[in-house]
């Protein structure tokens, strides 16, 4: 082999033109596949980005651990141990017990009950006059416009719109507005009950019936009589203009995080009619302020339910999501949702964590402002 | 756990909170 290596004369000649222009053709075309590839990246799918400590959290059992934490504390604790056990759980986390609807904490079996616990009437006072008011206790971690189709997680980190709500491959925001809406218009006459009430669906959203214009015509007679035909087609193309993005119109988001010591069911935060709701079946990592600054994409890889709907000014949605210590998220009006089930495959595979969706259409859930909605529970 | 809401308002929607400000159920938001 030496004697190869060291006698054997080198002798170069040129590559033929044609061997030349296919091999950069080749390089060429890899490119523009990796490219496109990556520009066709399917919205079900979501990167894990983040630094090496973040990927050794993605390859941990999260759901397991979340279930398992869940069980745990779901055991019946001995009566004798409820009371200091609760009282150190709230000096740790900061729990308010004056406000606990409920005060004794004896009555509450486990962890479980206590972090579900609820508060006294009137504890929380709703301001009516605002347009939005806070769906739960927490911390505002981040609020603002979004930009294009992009929300931003944290200054110079976003994470797609699309992806957070559950778009069809290669939909626009605007299009999920759009079919969300006409997936599931209901009829303006139609009355919605909430806590024994009834209402029309517009004094609801506080559409404004009396500004509805009137259409006139001449009968056989030429007299001028209401022309009703006219009226109800005029209705309902109102409807569907209020269902489409309004000129004048802005997308915001807002985020509330909510720590382990707070109150851990949500309301609705303004009047507004839930007309989807999408469950994804992610991961769950924390939503801690530390984890959202660590992993981008976290909300569009954790375990939510989407609930999308229109409020007095179009589009709205609200979007609880899950950590690995409060998997489980609970709906007042959809006794269906199961979330945090083995049953929800996922499958992994470079980088990328692929989750399932289901959505179920409402049939046009009507929420008040300070409705209790729902909530997280432990595991 | 968070809770995240993604809406449309007239572009004059103001937020009345802060970054990092604790906010309890039922307290504004945002004005229009």
Not at chain 1, 172 to 194: C, G, L, M, Y
Not at chain 1, 340 to 362: C, F, I, P, T
Request: proline fraction near 5%; hydrophobic fraction near 40%; charged fraction near 25%.
């Amino acid at each position: 082999v030496r004697k190869a290596w060291e006698d054997t004369p080198i002798k170069w000649s040129p590559i033929p033109i044609g061997l030349g222009l296919a091999f950069i053709a080749f390089l060429q075309y890899s490119k523009i596949m990796k490219r496109e590839s990556e520009k066709d990246h399917d919205p079900s799918k979501a990167l894990i980005v983040g630094p090496w400590h973040v990927h050794v959290i993605s390859e941990l059992p999260l759901k397991t651990i979340s279930r398992l934490w869940g069980a745990f504390n779901s055991i019946t604790l001995p009566v004798w141990f409820r009371v200091p056990g609760f009282k150190l759980y709230s000096w740790i986390f900061g729990c308010n017990l004056e406000e606990m609807k409920d005060p004794d904490l004896t009555h509450y079996k486990n962890l479980s009950e206590f972090f579900y616990r609820e508060l006294k009437d009137g504890a929380r006072p709703i301001n009516f006059d605002a347009a939005l008011v806070s769906p739960s206790d927490g911390r505002v971690f981040h609020f603002g416009l979004v930009d294009g189709s992009r929300v931003e997680q944290i200054k110079g980190m976003s994470y797609s719109l699309n992806q957070f709500l559950g778009s069809q491959k290669a939909s626009e925001t605007a299009e999920i507005i759009k079919a969300t809406h006409s997936a599931n218009i209901v009829d303006e006459e139609e009355f919605a009950e909430v806590n024994g009430i009834s209402y029309t669906l517009d004094s609801l959203l506080g559409y404004d019936k009396e500004s509805t214009i009137e259409h006139k015509k001449q009968d056989s007679q030429g007299n001028i009589v209401p022309d009703i035909e006219a009226d109800q087609k005029s209705k309902k193309s109102d409807y569907r203009d209020e269902l489409q993005m309004r000129p004048g119109n802005a997308l915001f988001f807002c985020v509330i995080y909510l720590a382990p010591g707070d109150y851990h069911r949500f309301h609705s935060p303004t009047n507004w009619v839930a007309e989807t709701r999408r469950h994804f079946s992610g991961e769950l990592y924390s939503v801690s302020p530390w984890m959202v600054k660590q992993l981008q994409d976290l909300f569009v890889l954790n375990e939510r339910v989407v609930l999308l709907g229109r409020w007095r000014h179009g589009f709205f949605s609200m979007v609880p999501v899950g950590a690995t210590n409060v998997g489980s998220i609970v709906l007042n009006f959809d006794k269906e949702l199961r979330t945090n089930r083995r049953e929800d495959v996922h499958h992994r595979g470079q980088g990328e964590l692929v989750y399932s969706g289901a959505s179920r259409l409402l049939n046009g859930q009507p929420l008040q402002v300070g409705e209790e909605m729902g909530g997280f529970k432990l595991g | 756990s968070t809770v995240v809401l993604v809406f449309e308002a007239p572009e004059n929607f103001q937020f009345t909170i802060e970054p990092g400000q604790y906010v309890k159920m039922g307290q504004p938001l945002g004005v229009i």
